[in-house]
Every structure is written in C-alpha cells, then in structure tokens.
C-alpha cells in the first residue's frame, strides 16, 4: 500500500517552456503533499507544503509564482515550473503523507527536468 | 535549511560487512526516519523511530536515537550488493514536515 506516482519520469524541453509535473496517490488520501527539490548528489531541499483544497506554504527563497503547486484532490497535486530556464533543470521529487501523526510520507520517483 | 549532517558522506564496503551510517540534528523532534535512494528514484521509507524510543530493529536495518546527544545512527548488517545506494536520516516536526541529512552513499562491493 501507500503507493506515490509521479509523472512524467524526464522531460526535456526549451527555455521558456512551462512544465507540469503530477504526483498522485494512488492507494491513500493525501490531506499534505510536498515537493522537494534535489541537486546532483545533493540531499532534498523542501519547497513547499500543500494542504488539499488550501494555498502551497513555500520554503524561503523559493519563488511562488515560479513554482506554482495545486493541490485540488486528496490524491492529486501538481507542480508547474513556468517559463523555465536552465537553471530549473533539476530533480523534482513530490511526497504524501495521510496526515496521521508520526508516520513517514511516501515518494514518488521523481522527475528529471532538462531544460535546454 | 538542513538541519541533519550525515557522517560519512560517503562508504565502501564488502559485501558481508556491517555499514554503520550517523545522523546528528539540532532542534526537537517528534520523529527521526531513514530512507534509501537508489541512483535517480524516489525514496525509500526504511524505519520511522519516535522521540521516545531509542532503539528500534527491521529485518538487517538497526536505528538508535540519543535525543539528548540529538544523534541517530543506522547500522546495516550482513551487506548485499543491492544495498548500495544513498541513505538518508530525516526529522519530523509536528507538522510531519521533513528536513533531511545530506546523506550517505554507501557502495556495497561483491
């Protein structure tokens, strides 16, 4: 069970593009999804909360309007990177969690942004 | 901003050996966890240990917690090849919010 998809895997695209990225859960209600960010051999950074059906919490430093989150379904939250450049290319990995207390969130796979 | 310092940052082992990873944090906790990343995937959820409990086992994975040392270490025995990969310790506030480790990678020789 608890079973996180994040979609797509890689994406590649131009400079300029917007890029939405989904992660559902499949298995569970997900009341809190997070996204985090993650650099070559690096450790995740948080980006942001989200609540279903309430505005994203963003980490300091990390631009809302760049970085749009939804989070409209229990089992459905979105990223957007809008007019993305090179230095969005990163690991985007998203996270859910049923909200109880002191039990751990579910990732999912993750995805390569590339932008050219 | 991280809170967790992973040490090493990085192992290498044999296959057969034990691999001993440390996570030491700065602010309360309501939880500490540790989960595995292979080479470009998600995260893998190992063991969640609670603020009270100080040890805690799952198949070949050891986790202690020393909350007044603010410390936790994983301890991985009889390695396997299929071991290798990144570890990673992270805290949980009460908002289940997670802030990670920079982790470890371990690299299981056969």
């Keep these: ?116 | 901003s991280q809170q967790g310092e992973e040490d090493p940052q990085a192992l290498s082992i044999q296959e057969g050996e034990n691999a001993t990873m440390n996570c030491s944090y700065k602010t309360s906790i309501n939880n500490l966890q540790w989960y595995r990343q292979n080479s470009g995937r998600g995260l893998v959820h190992l063991i969640l240990i609670r603020s009270n409990e100080r040890e805690k086992h799952s198949g070949r994975l050891r986790v202690t917690l020393d909350t007044s040392k603010k410390s936790s270490s994983l301890l991985i025995t009889a390695s396997r090849a299929a071991d290798t990969a990144s570890y990673f310790c992270a805290t949980a506030n009460a908002g289940n919010k997670l802030t990670f480790g920079g982790g470890t990678r371990v690299l299981v020789k056969p």
């Excluded at chain 1, 890029?19 to 070559?40: G, H, N």
């Excluded at chain 1, 909360?49 to 809302?64: F, H, I, L, R, W």
């Excluded at chain 1, 957007?80 to 985007?92: G, I, L, N, W």
């Design chain 1, 1 to 116: 069970g608890a079973v996180v998809s994040q979609h797509p895997s890689r994406v590649i695209c131009k400079s300029g593009t917007s890029v939405k990225i989904e992660c559902r859960s499949l298995d569970f209600q997900a009341t809190t999804m997070f996204w985090y960010r993650q650099f070559p051999k690096k450790s995740l950074m948080l980006m942001a909360t989200s609540n279903e059906g309430s505005k994203a919490t963003y980490e300091q430093g990390v631009e809302k309007d760049k970085f749009l989150i939804n989070h409209a379904s229990l089992t459905l939250s979105t990223l957007t990177v809008t007019s993305a450049h090179p230095e969005d290319s990163s690991f985007y990995i998203c996270s859910a969690t049923d909200g109880a207390r002191n039990q751990p969130q579910h990732f999912g796979d993750g995805t390569r942004l590339s932008i050219l």
